[in-house]
């Protein structure tokens, strides 16, 4: 059974800095592609980061130069560390996996930049 269980968020003033972790069970983060997707209030779900399979890193423009998108294969982990954060990052983050045909996430953690 595949588990992906976020940690790390919550209440930051603008410009703090917060690490989001996801420990991942039942596959492996070095085989898989892994992402980290946000969704504020009252507005669609976009990708924020992502770690393929080969480490190859991206990001979404509104992100780079202040999100960095890492894993610990030993601890089975992916982290997004987040650096001057501002009140529009303010969302619930989600851990995504896709290994193979298949898609799993996580249950989000909250994460709110105040002004």
């Not at 992906?4 to 085989?31: D, P, Y």
């Not at 960095?68 to 996996?97: F, P």
Request: with cysteine; glycine share 10%; proline share 2%.
């Amino acid at each position: 059974q595949v588990e992906l269980v976020e940690s790390g968020g919550g209440l930051v003033q603008a410009g703090g800095s917060l690490r989001l972790s996801c420990r991942v069970t039942g596959i492996a983060v070095s085989l898989s592609h892994m992402a980290w997707d946000r969704q504020a209030p009252g507005k669609q779900r976009e990708w924020v980061a992502r770690i393929s399979s080969d480490g190859t890193t991206d990001y979404w423009d509104s992100v780079k130069g202040r999100f960095t998108i890492s894993r610990d294969n030993a601890k089975n982990t992916v982290y997004l560390q987040m650096n001057s954060l501002k009140y529009d990052d303010t969302a619930v983050y989600y851990c995504n996996a896709a290994a193979g045909p298949d898609d799993f996430w996580g249950q989000g953690t909250q994460v709110t930049v105040s002004s």
